[in-house]
């Protein structure tokens, strides 16, 4: 890639940031925000097979990943908890966690990675006195629930495909 492919980059990719209001306090928010965006088009690239252009995978990023975890960090109260940073600087700082709580559990939103992102590094006023631990139980407790229905769902697969094994050996054994 030459210098002027990457300068269109930094270009298209600064431009989002502007329009949505982003900024950030760190010098190295800039070459961070383009890995990011570097990452979520090498992963569109090799899930749908074909290589997308820069503007196309700095759309998808804006997106799925850019506006979901901006909007969980606004509405779930998590600014609050960090309130010397910047929205640019809690989207670099959650969307690392969020990377990290998804090679745990695949299914962690954005909204789970900010609320947990927020208990575990937020000030104490946040982590006892506000709804983020709130949500966090509600979220857990809809997941034990999901899975109980789950497992119930595959023993009575498993019990009905056990019976219909039986009824079948036991009609070749009687005949």
């Known amino acids: ?84 940073k910047t929205v640019g600087d809690l989207y670099l700082e959650v969307s690392d966690h969020w990377y990290y709580l998804k090679e745990r559990r695949s299914d962690v939103g954005p ?4 609320d947990s992102f927020a208990l575990r590094y937020g000030n104490v006023f946040t982590r006892f006195f506000s709804a983020i631990p709130v949500r966090g139980f509600a979220r857990a407790w809809k997941r034990q629930v999901h899975s109980a229905n789950v497992i119930s769902r595959n023993m009575d697969r498993f019990k009905t495909e056990n019976d219909a094994n039986l009824q079948n050996y036991s009609s070749r054994m009687h005949v």
């Open 1 to 84: 890639m030459n210098n002027l492919q990457t300068k269109e980059r930094v270009e298209t990719t600064l431009e989002v940031l502007e329009n949505l209001g982003i900024a950030f306090s760190r010098d190295d928010a800039q070459r961070r925000v383009q890995e990011h965006v570097s990452v979520h088009k090498y992963l569109l690239d090799t899930e749908r097979h074909a290589d997308h252009a820069w503007d196309d995978a700095v759309a998808s990023w804006n997106a799925t990943v850019l506006t979901p975890l901006t909007t969980a960090l606004e509405n779930g109260g998590i600014r609050k908890a960090f309130p010397e």
């Open 111 to 114: 909204d789970e990675a900010a």
